[in-house]
């Protein structure tokens, strides 16, 4: 026992002491319980009477958590770098032409690692089971992202909810045991472990699943897998080294990445004092779920019992008993007399029931509905065409007042998202980061081309920015969006911007053509420059024409003299012909 002991690496031992905090907390268990009643599984492990009726879920769960995830959500933000300081004007228009390379650049990286869609996951599974995180990473020349599962990240002070103040934190996932073994030989041979061939043949399968979300459809994995864990640790320099480790096998030595900032952002749908990982919006709501399930459930049971009328019939004088079910057969009875068939063949009547148990059901569900949050008032529609931009605001603000924490916290999130990024930035691309500026120029035919020319930031000018950089996060919702171009167009129609300066404005994903007003006025200056040249080419003729008429000024005059002593011999002669006749 002793010896195996031994084999076991450090970083299991951190694990180990991780997940017994959060089985201290009821972690795992809680989470499935938010999944399933999240997803309709809300009898699991039900132990019913057979020929009982199915019981019923009505998920009123689900429509809750859609409904305030979707205001989040719909709250579109965007990663915008900004000077935040500078000494001169000068410094302002080199940091504004930096940072706009910058913000291109985020703005690709995004959109190629579908960080949008993975920050919507994220924000879902916080609101399911209290938090929800994003990683960052470097996949070769580019900075990706990916959600992390909250059983899968362990604290090392699991009361501290501010990420960039862990003393460590470890990361688990489950890999291919080839795969494994493949990346162990790889760092071993670039100097980045000291194991030996036997250390690598050593690492083989497990079966911890447990405290993997989603571990029952784990029980059977077809590939051999084995748990992985990532160490993240701050150095006595503040940077971030890291390594990783099975459980017998030291895979990957401590490494300084050089990053100042740990690469996971978290979000929390509730803060909760003393405790890293918040609290859910569905652990509220299950034991309201549970007895509003009941209450159906034992209101079907009672109708099916007794709503429903049953034939009562004496077996030993009626022939043909099955034909009672059937529609419009003859009943066979013995010894019968007019007065007494309703005393061989009759119907209970059924029982009333008590309006109490609907009148129960229904105010638990509307009060829950209500205190979450999530009534039929907050959920009213609002007819776009038929208000304004800023009145749509309104409304929305209005509605979305008891989840304002949820909408600041997620701000907050995609701000800790772009100090993560723009640190991954300065650690990467230490020899400069290549950017594209876009420049319009006209060719020699008077036409305006657009030219995406590379310039590189250096790591000088980086450092430069990270003194004097702010990160906003700006508004894009399409309300938002409506709201700005109806105050351009108002602008516009009042005479205070002209059609290039409203164009210049619109936002990119306006709903008016921007890229056909810009065509439109391309087109009109390729016009005005066409006709520019022309006129340019013929005043430079001219000109040509006037100074060789001045260079040959004495052979004009006398050219003008002949001409004129012509004309007037020319008139001369018709004058005397004319008096002739």
């Known amino acids: 026992m002793e010896e195996e002991q031994e084999k076991i690496t450090s970083i299991w031992n951190l694990y180990e002491i991780g997940k017994n905090y959060n089985h201290s907390q009821n972690m795992y268990t809680e989470g499935r319980e938010n999944y399933n009643f999240y997803l309709g599984r809300q009898w699991e492990g039900l132990k019913r009477p057979i020929k009982s009726s199915d019981p019923i879920v009505m998920n009123i769960i689900k429509p809750i958590i859609k409904y305030k995830t979707n205001i989040v959500n719909q709250n579109s933000y965007s990663i915008v770098f900004n000077p935040n300081t500078y000494e001169t004007l000068e410094d302002l228009q080199t940091l504004k032409s930096l940072t706009k390379g910058l913000n291109q650049f985020v703005m690709k990286m995004w959109e190629k690692s579908q960080s949008g869609k993975k920050v919507k996951n994220i924000v879902r599974n916080s609101a399911i089971n209290s938090e929800g995180i994003m990683h960052f990473y470097t996949d070769g020349e580019i900075i990706n992202s990916e959600e992390i599962d909250k059983n899968n990240i362990y604290y090392g002070n699991e009361s501290e909810s501010d990420i960039q103040k862990q003393p460590y934190i470890l990361v688990t996932f489950r890999k291919p045991v080839e795969d494994v073994k493949t990346l162990a030989k790889k760092y071993k041979e670039e100097g980045k472990n000291k194991l030996t061939n036997s250390d690598i043949k050593g690492i083989l399968p497990d079966n911890d699943t447990y405290e993997q979300q989603g571990s029952d459809k784990m029980a059977e994995e077809i590939t051999p897998m084995c748990l992985v864990i990532m160490k993240f640790k701050r150095n006595a320099n503040g940077t971030i080294n890291v390594s990783g480790a099975t459980k017998t096998a030291d895979i990957l030595d401590e490494q300084d990445t050089g990053a100042e900032l740990y690469p996971f952002a978290h979000y929390i749908w509730e803060e909760e004092k003393g405790y890293a990982r918040g609290v859910s919006e569905v652990r509220g709501l299950i034991n309201n779920q549970i007895e509003i399930n009941k209450t159906a459930t034992r209101r079907a049971i009672s109708v099916m019992m007794t709503a429903y009328p049953k034939i009562v019939y004496d077996k030993d004088r009626v022939n043909n008993p099955e034909s009672l079910e059937q529609v419009g057969s003859k009943i066979e009875l013995k010894d019968v007399r007019a007065d007494n068939v309703s005393n061989l063949v009759n119907y209970l009547h059924p029982a009333t029931m008590s309006p109490d148990a609907y009148n129960l059901q229904q105010d638990l569900i509307s009060g829950t509905r209500e205190l979450a949050g999530a009534g039929d008032n907050a959920t009213g529609n609002i007819d776009p065409t038929q208000a304004s931009g800023k009145a749509i605001l309104a409304v929305q603000q209005a509605s979305q007042m008891p989840i304002n924490e949820q909408v600041d916290n997620y701000k ?45 930031i250096t790591q000088e000018e980086l450092d430069k920015i990270d003194l004097n950089l702010k990160i906003d996060i700006t508004p894009n919702s399409p309300y938002d969006v409506y709201a700005t171009v109806m105050t351009l167009e108002n602008m516009l129609m009042k005479g205070l911007i002209n059609l290039e300066e409203f164009t210049e404005a619109l936002p990119e994903d306006s709903p008016e053509p921007k890229s056909d007003l810009e065509t439109i006025i391309r087109k009109r200056k390729e016009a005005r420059n066409m006709i520019a040249g022309m006129q340019e080419q013929a005043n430079a003729l001219n000109s040509a024409m006037n100074q060789e008429m001045i260079n040959q000024g004495g052979d004009i005059d006398g050219m003008s003299y002949m001409q004129d002593s012509g004309n007037e011999s020319q008139n001369t002669d018709q004058q005397q012909n004319n008096m002739g006749m």
């Open 412 to 456: 907050y999130f995609l701000e800790d998202c772009g100090n993560i990024i723009f640190d991954i930035i300065k650690t990467e691309y230490v020899d400069g980061l290549t950017l594209y500026s876009s420049e319009e120029t006209i060719n020699d035919l008077g036409q305006t081309e657009s030219l995406e020319r590379p310039f590189t």
